[in-house]
């Protein structure tokens, strides 16, 4: 048995059949005395000088195994104690040659030698030792031609058939170190994996819990924005009609008008934020055949409620595009127009719907005093900038881009391009359409 050999692998094997090993060779001696005792007693021979040969024997062993393991394992020990053995051995093999039965019990012994070159020798002196007993004694190899054949021809096969047995166990060694090395690889690459299975349960959690995190965050902005574009709005337009309708009190008929618009802003408004609750679709794409039309419809309610004109054009094909890209032009829209209410004094407004290839863009200009672009920026416009920041995550959310070109008194253009998928079949929008 080889040291190198894994401990789990060593601790196996001594549990089940090392002890069976160790015990063997107290019973072949006590077998081989007891027949000596016999045999010699039938003969009328004395038996003294052969019991206290194998009472040598018995207690060479019993210092082996009086030793402790570390020592006894030890390459010295383990040769002096084999070759005091095998000389053991020898003797009683001359005097006895029926102790053929205790010596081939030395193989266990050749099998636990420092190294190889040692077990093979070992292994040869036992086999020389079991064929001169079944040979009859090393007599037997000076008795004459016939004699001597009969030794050499026991010693060689027990020299063969020990050969192939050591050969064997080798092969069975190499197999089992094989096998160990396999096992302990295998519990490594389990141990690696329970930890990495621990690390990702870890990093699971981890991700669930920052994706809550974002989700919250993702809501608050979007409802921040679905209130801006909604309540804040609809209220800054009420706002509007009823301080219209304040300064019309000398013209019933058109303080009439006022206020029935600032009725159907709270209205549209409620039924605006309601839909945002509910994470639906604003109304106006929701009752439109097209985004074309329902840009249309908010810019005519637009140009309706504020006295200002509104025109219309669309380049390329039109085609359907995604609810996602809907909502966010059309916030868009809304968002400008409403900035050209509040802050331009503009009496014109065009809006462009321009469908490319793999992009949709949305321009709004007007004629209005325009504004610094780094006022913006630094959040004057547009209640404190929170609409066209609320535009710019919205358009970014979507890999898009939103360009702001103004300068004072030359007007301003809002220019929003996200990406939209090339879809047939072409719906009609509208195109060329002047909204007075």
Not at 201 to 206: A, E, K, M, P
Not at 273 to 292: K, M, Y
Not at 344 to 351: E, G, I, N, Q, T
Request: charged share 20%; with cysteine; net charge negative.
């Amino acid at each position: 048995m080889s040291d190198s050999m894994p401990h789990h692998w060593l601790d196996e094997w001594e549990r089940r059949e090392m002890p069976m090993f160790a015990l063997l060779p107290y019973v072949m001696l006590g077998f081989t005395a007891l027949l000596t005792v016999l045999i010699r007693r039938a003969s009328g021979e004395s038996v003294l000088v052969d019991l206290a040969l194998y009472g040598v024997a018995l207690a060479w062993l019993l210092a082996r195994s009086a030793q402790p393991q570390d020592r006894r394992s030890r390459p010295a020990v383990s040769a002096v104690f084999f070759i005091g053995l095998i000389a053991i051995m020898a003797v009683m093999v001359a005097r006895d040659p029926w102790s053929g039965f205790f010596t081939f019990t030395a193989y266990y012994y050749a099998g636990q030698l420092p190294s190889r070159v040692w077990r093979v020798l070992g292994v040869m002196a036992v086999a020389t030792l079991t064929g001169t007993s079944q040979a009859g004694g090393f007599g037997t190899a000076t008795s004459g031609p016939i004699g001597a054949v009969v030794y050499s021809v026991c010693v060689l096969v027990n020299l063969v058939i020990s050969g192939v047995f050591m050969w064997f166990a080798w092969v069975g060694h190499v197999q089992t170190m094989r096998r160990a090395k396999l096992v302990e690889e295998l519990r490594e690459a389990n141990q690696q994996l329970e930890a990495t299975l621990a690390e990702n349960v870890g990093l699971h959690n981890q991700l669930l819990a920052q994706a809550r995190e974002a989700g919250m965050l993702d809501e608050r902005q979007r409802m921040a924005g679905e209130i801006h574009d909604t309540l804040a709005q609809g209220l800054t337009g009420i706002i509007t009609q009823l301080q219209a309708a304040d300064q019309a009190e000398e013209d019933a008929r058109e303080r009439r008008r006022h206020l029935d618009a600032a009725v159907r802003l709270a209205r549209e408004s409620l039924t605006e934020a309601r839909r945002s609750v509910d994470a639906l679709r604003p109304e106006s794409l929701e009752r439109a055949r097209g985004f074309g039309d329902a840009l249309a419809g908010v810019a005519e309610r637009w140009s309706a409620l504020h006295g200002i004109a509104v025109e219309i054009a669309a380049t390329g094909t039109p085609r359907p595009l995604p609810k996602e890209t809907e909502v966010v032009l059309l916030r868009a829209a809304q968002e400008a127009l409403a900035n050209v209410a509040k802050h331009a004094a503009a009496a014109r407004v065009w809006l462009t719907l321009s469908y490319m290839d793999c992009e949709v863009a949305l321009d709004v200009r007007d004629d209005g005093r325009g504004f610094e672009p780094a006022a913006a920026a630094a959040g004057s416009v547009s209640d404190g900038g929170f609409g066209l920041l609320a535009m710019r995550q919205r358009v970014e959310g979507l890999s898009g881009t939103l360009q702001v070109e103004s300068e004072p008194g030359a007007g301003t253009v809002i220019s929003v391009c996200v990406p939209a998928s090339p879809r047939d079949p072409a719906i009609p929008a509208a195109a060329g359409r002047r909204v007075a």
